[in-house]
């Protein structure tokens, strides 16, 4: 396959006035990084990670101009090592992927070898990342509070954020898998979306949101995907069963947890800390394995399509928490 002389990319850059643009361009080869693979990517996904690193967030990256996409997905055109071959279908996700290493809103990336997965043959290059970083990180929710002994016969699940790109997708595994799922959401319209992904019940941002100042709620949850954090985290660790388990995933709502030790001394749930970002490639290849089989879900209510010219629009709408669901972004248009 030859490599062409430019492609085109989203290209975030600073101003002298301190602000930042984003701007479609065409970018050479050489501008990338140094790396073992070169892959043309045919779509990619949007995370609120990419809007925050597109929006100037030197939290999330620290140089610019810079090139956001922390997903990607695409065909291997060359190859340094022997891990991969020309033509191999592969997915990038975590690691220092699209926050300070050139990402996929690109249509070519340059990364280590270590960073790529191969997709499993039941698996399109498109549905990858309709899944995603966000569908790795619901799966590796589920094996986590399944290997803690969560079962179908176990009782209610709560998945915070259930609109979410995380919450969505683990509310439609969950309910596939058999699972009792409350759904929790702040978005009274979306109840008719949520059902239809497989929730039980739902339940307002509210209700999963204590404020009493309680140390212990009645017990409720045998396991918990959260993917919001801050007190709606501290009031599913407090209404969480005896010797349940509560992932946590995600901080939309606040980075900080204020919680006692009653839930873990008393009740004995443990709080399981889920990262998909620096993962052994084991679990990472065992968690694709389950999406691309018995854990794949129907992504055609879940997933939205857009070019590389529609993401302007989707990262405002992100940033505002505006999205359903998940966004794909075709590199091939």
């Known amino acids: 396959m030859a490599l062409p002389q430019t ?10 006035e301190k602000t930042f643009v984003r701007e479609i361009k065409q970018r050479s080869l050489s501008d990338l990084p140094a790396g073992e693979l070169i892959i043309e990517v045919k779509y990619s996904s949007l995370n609120y990670k990419d809007a925050l690193s597109a929006s100037g967030n030197k939290g999330v990256t620290r140089k610019y101009p810079h090139t956001p996409g922390i997903d990607a997905a695409g065909i291997v055109v060359t190859s340094t090592t022997k891990m991969f071959s020309a033509g191999d279908q592969v997915t990038v996700t975590g690691f220092d992927f699209g926050m300070n290493t050139s990402g996929g809103f690109g249509q070519y990336i340059s990364v280590p070898a270590l960073w790529a997965t ?3 043959p039941s698996l399109s290059l498109r549905d990858s990342m309709g899944y995603g970083t966000a569908g790795l990180t619901a799966a590796l929710c589920l094996i986590r509070l399944m290997a803690s002994g969560l079962t179908k016969e176990s009782g209610e699940v709560l998945v915070t954020g259930a609109t979410g790109g995380v919450g969505s997708l683990a509310v439609a595994m969950l309910a596939k898998l ?17 059902t239809g992904l497989g929730a039980k019940a739902i339940i307002s941002r509210d209700e999963a949101n ?10 409720r949850w045998a396991g918990v995907v959260d993917t919001v954090g801050g007190n709606i985290l ?10 349940s388990s509560v992932a946590a995933c995600g901080n939309a709502m606040s980075v900080d ?11 004995g749930v443990s709080l399981l800390g889920v990262d998909s970002v620096q993962i052994p490639m084991r679990a990472r290849q065992m968690a694709w394995t389950k999406l691309a089989g018995e ?3 129907d992504l055609s209510t879940i997933v939205k399509e857009v070019a590389l010219e529609g993401l302007e629009a989707e990262i405002e709408k992100i940033l505002k928490g505006g999205v359903r669901g998940r966004v794909v972004v075709d590199l091939s248009r």
């Open 7 to 16: 492609f085109k990319a989203l290209v975030v850059s600073e101003t002298a």
């Open 234 to 243: 501290a009031t599913a660790l407090k209404t969480a069963k005896y010797g």
């Open 295 to 297: 854990w794949g879900v």
């Open 118 to 120: 191969k997709v499993p």
């Open 210 to 219: 204590d404020t009493s100042g309680r140390p212990l709620q009645k017990e």
């Open 178 to 194: 058999g699972f009792n799922v409350v759904a929790a959401t702040g978005k009274e319209g979306e109840k008719d979306f949520l």
């Open 257 to 267: 947890l204020n919680i006692n030790v009653f839930p873990f001394i008393l009740r």
